[in-house]
Each structure stands twice: as C-alpha cells, then as structure tokens.
C-alpha cells in the first residue's frame, strides 16, 4: 500500500542551527502538507502546497519557514534558525484532490532543539 | 475559520467496555476523518467519513453533515485501543488546510 515516509524519524539540534525535514509523499498525489504536533497538544496546520507554491500558511508559518519540492518525489520544510519552541513532532501529508479525499500522513519527525 | 470540538477530553475504560466519542464542528464540511494516535506518535487513520456511516470491526462512526457532528463508536474495548483519538475536517469555506479537534484521550484498563 503506498504511504508517506519522511526523514529524518529523530533529529536533535541546537538552537539557531538549520534544520532539513524530508517527506516523500504519495506518488499520484498533488497536495502536500506540513503539520506540527508540540508534545501533549493538538496537531496544527502549517502549510499546504500545490503545483510548486504555497496554496494556504498558518500564522505559526512565518518567515523562519519556507518548504520546497526540489525535485519530483521529495517535499522538505526547512527551519532557518531553530528556536527552543520548535521542538515539536512534525507530520507531513499528501492527498490526490484540494479539499477532498483522504488524507495521508507520514508517520513524522521529532524534532529537539536545545 | 472552522470551529472543531471534541468531547469528552478524557476517558477512563474498563476493557470489554463501549464508548462513543463525539466531535463537533462550526461549518459545513467536505472532508472529516478519525485518527487514532498511538503511545509512539504515529497517526493511524481510522475513517474518511465526511457523510454517513461506517464501519470496520469494533469501530464504527457515524457523521450527520447537516447536525454538524460526527460519532465514533468503539465496541468492546481493548487496552490497545488507547491512546488520542483526533477528528480533522475541512470545510467548503477553509482553504486547502484540514484543522484538528483537540482529541479525545482514552485510557483503557486492564
């Protein structure tokens, strides 16, 4: 059965370093999406792309983030200068069509900043 | 934006019981989905259900589109059924994202 994988399953960092999280999304999927779970709280939208832009960004989406598709199979989200609060297990997803359809996620990335 | 409420926020069973969770939500939806998130984080998707009623072994759930709710039943429980059950939705009006409701947090004895 197709799934989501991403990369890395743990990372460790200090804070203000760059940090790279990978997701491999569906194959005949076209809608990407990051989440973001903080330890014992609720899984938060950050953003969702399509045809190589962002379609929607949440508040907590800001100018320390940025995510791309570098190439056909992979879609990265990319913290510029971590901050001890983006400790935090982050999810990819995909799904075939906009707003329908299932969503599938990846089984995420935990991250810790020290 | 949508509005999503789970109840109850905790639940204590005892193992062979029933429960039924609930989430409510503000909007008119055109996605909704039940997850469960076991102790390793992992989201397991249990239904895509924005209309209707469905099942699959113990667990069933229910949505009434036009009540703005949806129902998950768990019958006869097990120890491994516990962990945090999330509702997502999206909505005609949301964008491209899916908002999560806060969870239902269940725990499950022996």
């Known amino acids: 059965e197709p799934e989501v994988t991403q990369t890395p399953s743990h990372q460790v960092t200090q804070m203000g370093q760059e940090v790279i999280l990978r997701c491999v999304p569906i194959?005949?999927?076209?809608?990407f999406y990051w989440y973001r779970q903080i330890l014992g709280q609720k899984v938060e939208f950050l953003v969702s792309?399509?045809?190589?832009?962002?379609?929607?960004k949440s508040e907590i989406f800001d100018d320390q983030f940025s995510v791309e598709r570098p190439d056909g199979s992979n879609f990265t989200l990319k913290i510029r200068s971590t901050k001890l609060e983006d400790s935090a297990m982050y999810f990819c997803?995909?799904?075939?069509?906009?707003?329908?359809?299932?969503?599938?996620f990846g089984e995420g990335s935990r991250l810790t900043v020290l | 934006g949508i509005q999503v409420e789970q109840s109850p926020p905790d639940l204590i069973l005892q193992e062979g019981a029933n429960s039924t969770l609930r989430c409510n939500f503000s909007?008119?939806?055109?996605?909704l989905q039940w997850f469960h998130q076991n102790p390793w984080g992992q989201l397991i998707n249990l239904f895509y259900?924005?209309?209707g009623t469905k099942q699959n072994g113990r667990l069933s759930a229910t949505t009434v589109a036009t009540e703005r709710y949806s129902l998950l039943y768990i019958s006869s429980s097990q120890t491994t059924d516990s962990g945090v059950y999330f509702c997502a939705v999206g909505s005609y009006t949301g964008g491209f994202k899916t908002i999560f409701g806060a969870g239902t947090r269940l725990f499950v004895k022996a």
């Open positions: 194959s005949n999927h076209l809608y």
């Open positions: 792309f399509y045809n190589n832009e962002i379609s929607e």
């Open positions: 997803a995909s799904r075939p069509e906009a707003n329908t359809g299932e969503l599938f």
């Open positions: 909007d008119s939806v055109n996605n």
């Open positions: 259900i924005p209309s």
